[in-house]
Every structure is written in C-alpha cells, then in structure tokens.
C-alpha cells in the first residue's frame, strides 16, 4: 500500500527533553511538510522540503528541526526551545516541488508533561 | 500576509439538505486552492484541487469552485449525509502555503 506513516500515533515528553517525530513516505514524492494544528486554529507549516538534503523554514520553524537525508523521510525534532510544544503533528508530501496536491499522514499528537 | 478565513466556523443541517462552504482569501496571487475533510484526531483527505486557471471541480456530491478576483473558493455539498459530517479546510498555495480555520459540519438523522 502507498502512503504517509507517521510514527508514534501519541507521544508523551517530559518538560525539557527534545523529541523526535518520524514521517516516511513511499509514493516516490520529491517534496514533504511539517504542519502544526492547534485547536481552534488552522495548520500551520513549520517546515518544508522540496527535494533531498535540501528545507526551508515555513511560517512557525523556531523550536524545531528537520533533516532530509533520504527521498522517503522526513524526522522532525521537537526541540527544548520550542515554548509551547503539545499539538497535533501532521506530515504531508506532493509529487514535485512545486503547488501539487498534498497526501497527509495520520498525525502525532505530541503531549509534553 | 495571505490570510485565509472560513465562514462559518460550525455548521449543523438535516441529511438531504444542500450545503455550501466558503473559503475567503487576501491574496490573489495562488497557483491553487484545495479543500481537506477531517474526521476528529485523523489527518487530512483531499477533496478537490481547483488550479488557478480552473474556476471549479466536481467530484461525486462535491463541487468546489473558485473565483481569484473576488479571493473566494465555495464547497457545495449536495444531499448531505451523516458520513459527511467533519471538519472541511481549504488551503490557499500562493507565495505562503496557508489554511483555513475550517468549517466543522454536522449532519443530523
């Protein structure tokens, strides 16, 4: 089956601890997103990639950070830095670099203690 | 700044009744607009795509259109179901990658 898994589903940290979230993809799409929800509030994009060993920054980067190593995945860490860590984590890629539909994966909701 | 406001934020109909969305945006510069459906604690699935050249889609029960002059995208729903009831996001790719705050449908027996 072709899609996005995204990895754990819930994830819990303690105050202080950076966290890493996992997304990985096999539909062969050259670029992949990180989006933040919280409730009340629309998505939000933290991160973006178009092509390997290659990101930039989206609207909320601060805090976080991401490494585009292989076509298929996409880690983003949650750092210490990051004021207000507990949401909602969507990942999400499109075939090309450029405006294309975009697949999500299922979420992980991060909940820091 | 592109911003990207839904109206309304909550929307409750009987089944079998026709209903429309709206998705207002700032800027008219996007190369195209799409709309998600959400079921609670779930990702995102993509309903339409609209390019910026097109001025609508259909699929099934589902017509979106679009009008760039005016900054407006609606979804109209027609027939509605209970299977229908979710949270809808429209989502603006213009020089920012921006959504909605979305409408949360509710379609009742």
């Known amino acids: 089956d072709g899609g996005i898994t995204q990895s754990p589903k819930y994830l819990f940290r303690k105050e202080g601890q950076n966290v890493t979230l996992s997304c990985e993809q096999n539909?062969?799409?050259?670029?992949m997103y990180w989006y933040r929800q919280d409730p009340g509030q629309g998505l939000r994009l933290i991160y973006y990639s178009q092509i390997v060993n290659d990101f930039q920054k989206g609207d909320i980067a601060e805090g976080y950070s991401v490494s585009r190593e292989k076509k298929e995945s996409f880690p983003l860490t949650v750092t210490s830095a990051q004021k207000n860590p507990t949401a909602f984590y969507l990942c999400?890629?499109?075939?090309?670099?450029?405006?294309?539909?975009?697949?999500f994966g299922p979420g992980t909701r991060l909940t820091v203690l | 700044k592109q911003e990207v406001t839904q109206i309304p934020a909550a929307l409750s109909v009987p089944e079998g009744e026709n209903l429309v969305l709206n998705c207002s945006f700032t800027d008219s510069a996007i190369y195209n607009l799409q709309w998600f459906r959400q079921d609670p604690g779930k990702g995102l699935t993509s309903l339409l795509l609209?390019?910026?050249?097109?001025r609508e889609q259909t699929s099934g029960r589902l017509n979106a259109s679009l009008d760039k002059s005016s900054g407006r995208s609606t979804l109209y729903i027609a027939a509605s179901q209970p299977g229908d009831s979710a949270t809808y996001l429209c989502f603006a790719w213009a020089s920012k990658l921006t959504f909605g705050t979305g409408t949360r449908l509710q379609v009742t027996l």
């Open positions: 999400a890629s499109s075939m090309g670099g450029g405006p294309d539909t975009q697949y």
């Open positions: 609209i390019q910026s050249s097109q």
């Open positions: 539909l062969n799409h050259d670029a």
